[in-house]
Every structure is written in C-alpha cells, then in structure tokens.
C-alpha cells in the first residue's frame, strides 16, 4: 500500500492562513489526493490571488475535478500556455458549433 503525501504542506497552509480579513476551509478527497481550499469570505480578490500565486509556485491544480467554469476562467488565462490554447479553441468549436453548451465558460468563443 503506497501513502499518499501531504498536498499542503505547512509552509503553504502558513502563507494561507495569514490573510487578513479571510480564513480558508479545506476539505480533500483521500482516493486521489485532491486538496480543496476555499477561501472566505468568497468575494475578497486580495485573498483570491494570493491562494492563486501559492498554487501557481507548487504548479498544482487551480479546479482538480470540477472543471474550470465562470469562477476560475481568470485564473486559466493567466496559466494556460499561449500554445495550448488553439487546440482547446478549435476542439471546443467542434464539439459545440453554436456556442449553446456552457456559453461564457472556459473560453470566449466568437
């Protein structure tokens, strides 16, 4: 049996938990080793890019399962290489011509 090792070490939940104002809640999925941090209050963007710039130094994950969205469309942005992006643009015009399915997520589409 193999042990899966910690995602948040402690130098990364001590640069969390010093945010002023906010307080984070974690919870994670023990099968697959997904940590899932939420910052709170929900709406306070200072908080929002410092968790953002502690993920992006451990080059981890900014949605594990749940898919990229409305909520992290920013934060893909700003991640994705510039190479990446014409294949996931054309695959997602080819799945979705008109635009119907998830209009405004993930990708602006024209």
């Given at each position: 049996?193999?042990?899966?090792?910690?995602?948040?070490?402690?130098?990364?939940?001590?640069?969390?938990?010093?945010?002023?104002?906010?307080?984070?809640?974690?919870?994670?999925?023990?099968g697959d080793?997904?940590?899932?941090?939420?910052?709170?209050?929900?709406?306070?963007?200072?908080?929002?890019?410092?968790?953002?710039?502690?993920?992006?130094?451990?080059?981890?994950?900014?949605?594990?399962?749940?898919?990229?969205?409305?909520?992290?469309?920013?934060?893909?942005?700003?991640?994705?290489?510039?190479?990446?992006?014409?294949?996931?643009?054309?695959?997602?015009?080819?799945?979705?011509?008109?635009g119907t399915?998830?209009?405004?997520?993930?990708?602006?589409?024209?």
């Amino acid at each position: 049996m193999s042990v899966i090792q910690p995602v948040v070490s402690p130098d990364v939940a001590t640069q969390l938990i010093n945010l002023p104002g906010s307080f984070y809640v974690s919870d994670s999925a023990v099968g697959d080793g997904n940590v899932h941090l939420n910052v709170l209050p929900c709406c306070d963007k200072g908080a929002e890019k410092v968790v953002t710039a502690v993920l992006a130094r451990y080059a981890v994950s900014i949605s594990s399962e749940h898919g990229i969205g409305r909520l992290k469309k920013t934060d893909l942005d700003a991640r994705l290489p510039a190479v990446q992006r014409p294949p996931l643009t054309v695959l997602k015009q080819a799945i979705d011509p008109h635009g119907t399915i998830n209009p405004g997520c993930v990708f602006d589409m024209p």
